[in-house]
């Protein structure tokens, strides 16, 4: 398998070079990410749990998607990318912010990520690939909210500051 490579970017998303993914995460580099979130038009969230077999968050809940664009990438290919290579969706995408945040993960690994975060909608039903993903559910706010309340550790490190700003802009 070919190793993959991460943007490195100072906080201003300004490119400064590149990285292996796996050396990104374990010096906990500054790269460019992108999260996806797609919202069926009742309002529901399709969530995914991320497949056990992930070198971190393995087992966690999260957003329909995430990922890092490639080196020459724009994050709105990137985010297309992951949603179908994860989620076996195609719908139109809308970038909504990006964010800075930094948290250590399982494994000793950091994520330190400038992330883009991306909206879509779809009437649609996901087709997961089994490598990514071990189980995934459509979830209303109300509920969403209960259990992110209740089991906050049940979600990946970038779910929550994620969702809050897409929240913020009144997406759901």
């Known amino acids: 398998m070919e190793e993959e ?3 490195l970017v100072d906080g201003s998303d300004n490119a400064i070079g590149r990285a292996p993914k796996l050396q990104a995460h374990r010096q906990g580099l500054l790269h460019r990410a992108v999260s996806v979130f797609v919202f069926r038009p009742s309002g529901e969230l399709l969530l995914q749990r991320r497949a056990l ?15 890092h664009p490639r080196p020459g990438e724009p994050p709105e290919e990137a985010a297309k990318r992951r949603l179908y290579d994860e989620m076996g969706l195609v719908c139109s995408l809308k970038r909504s912010f990006s964010f800075v945040y930094e948290a250590v993960v399982q494994g000793g690994l950091t994520e330190h990520e400038f992330d883009h975060v991306f909206i879509g909608t779809t009437t649609g039903e996901p087709v997961p690939d089994a490598r990514e993903v071990q189980e995934w559910r459509w979830i209303s706010p109300v509920e969403l909210a209960r259990e992110l309340a209740e089991a ?7 779910f929550s500051p994620a969702l809050q700003g897409v929240l913020a802009r009144g997406v759901i």
């Open 5 to 7: 490579f991460v943007v």
């Open 53 to 67: 077999e992930k070198y971190h968050s393995g087992g966690l809940w999260a957003n329909t998607c995430c990922g």
């Open 152 to 158: 906050p550790d049940a979600f990946a490190a970038w």
